[in-house]
């Protein structure tokens, strides 16, 4: 099973693991639809809709920039109708955007507390809420619907909480609309799954946090080929829904062995372990 002539809806695939998410199913000949806020160039965060439209292009997929910020109902609503009139349908959902503090409870202020609610548990909802019809007119026609969220595995252990507690609640509210709507949509025959990182990626967004070495993470490329083997499985296996994906652990049940080309300085014995694991 491949990508080809399959139509995702990527919010924040503007730069960063959605723009490498939606170059590896452009590689197949995908349509992409780029949901995501930057449509201006940022100082300290590189990529547009536009350039990551001309990247998927060139990748060899049909592109739809779209500007939107998923947090407002309405827009995601006239970004996902403008989606079905350009590509005919949606059959796959990537909930890739997020909204990251790393503070403590004394050092976060309500408008980011606000901001990461927003973005990652609402905007997930809402996305996925606004998606649905589409995803199940995907499985009645057979085009085997999917939405993968990148959400880390469900942990309750109190040392994710004390150090983040606002961000951890904010992450973990979207692993739980991954476990809600497995449950829940199963009966229209569209899989749900999150997936996460082993080790900590390189990104934008992880360079503005600070105090992190890039050079003991990974590229986003280990998690745009895990999504891709996640998204490209047959939705309609009980066993492939309701899952949440660790990327190393998918790429070695399909096979591969070898990840340190993943590596942002190949060769690399001891990188930095992601969160929550």
């Not at 990748?59 to 309405?74: K, M, N, Q, S, W």
């Not at 004390?162 to 569209?190: N, R």
Request: aromatic content about 6%; overall charge neutral.
């Amino acid at each position: 099973m491949t990508l080809k002539d399959r139509t995702l809806f990527i919010s924040g695939a503007s730069r960063g693991i959605g723009l490498e998410i939606a170059r590896r199913a452009a590689r197949d000949g995908a349509n992409i639809v780029i949901a995501a806020k930057s449509t201006e160039p940022h100082p300290k965060l590189p990529g547009t809709i536009f350039t990551a439209a001309a990247e998927v292009e060139a990748a060899g997929g049909r592109a739809l920039p779209l500007a939107v910020d998923i947090r407002e109902e309405g827009a995601v609503a006239t970004a996902v109708a403008k989606a079905i009139d350009h590509f005919g349908g949606i059959d796959i959902l990537v909930n890739n955007a997020s909204a990251i503090s790393l503070t403590d409870t004394p050092n976060t202020p309500m408008k980011r507390f606000d901001l990461m609610f927003g973005v990652n548990v609402r905007g997930t909802f809402v996305c996925t809420q606004a998606c649905l019809p589409a995803l199940v007119q995907s499985a009645k026609a057979g085009r085997n619907p999917q939405v993968l969220t990148l959400s880390p595995p469900l942990n309750l252990d109190p040392k994710w909480f004390a150090p983040h507690v606002a961000y951890t609640m904010a992450k973990y509210g979207m692993s739980l609309c991954v476990l809600g709507h497995a449950e829940e949509f199963g009966k229209h025959g569209i899989a749900v799954n999150a997936l996460w990182p082993k080790t900590v990626i390189a990104t934008a967004a992880l360079q503005a946090i600070g105090n992190v070495p890039t050079n003991l993470c990974r590229t986003p490329a280990i998690l745009a080929d895990a999504a891709y083997v996640v998204l490209t499985a047959n939705g309609s296996d009980p066993a492939n829904t309701g899952n949440f994906h660790i990327d190393e652990e998918v790429l070695r049940a399909a096979g591969i062995e070898d990840f340190d080309h993943y590596a942002v300085v190949p060769g690399t014995k001891h990188l930095l372990p992601d969160l929550f694991l």
